[in-house]
């Protein structure tokens, strides 16, 4: 891997300081994408992500006692929210109806 200074990019700084979080910005050469530039906690997620695709047995698992179900954490964690969501817009009262 290499590394460039940012003064060799400062036709493109602005463009660089317009970044939010997670996104991107494609270097075009022609018609086709051939370069991206990324934060670096983007590129981390990725390469945890890759790792993980690689190495499919270091997914951590959630299992269930008395049940043959197993999760991913992900798995786990979407299923558990939406839950929670659905409890609470079932049980919850509404604001406007406390005093």
């Known amino acids: 891997m290499a590394n460039i200074d940012i003064s ?33 906690e983007v590129f981390d997620q990725l390469e945890d992500l890759i790792s993980v695709l690689k190495e499919p047995e270091t997914i951590p698992v959630v299992k269930f006692s008395g049940e043959d179900i197993e999760l991913s954490y992900d798995e786990y964690e979407r299923i558990k929210n939406q839950i929670m969501e659905a409890v609470e817009k079932t049980l919850m009262p509404k604001p406007e109806k406390l005093n």
């Open 8 to 40: 060799k990019l400062s036709n493109i700084y602005d463009e660089l300081l317009d970044l939010d979080g997670n996104d991107v910005l494609f270097v075009d050469e022609g018609s086709q994408s051939k370069y991206v530039i990324m934060p670096i």
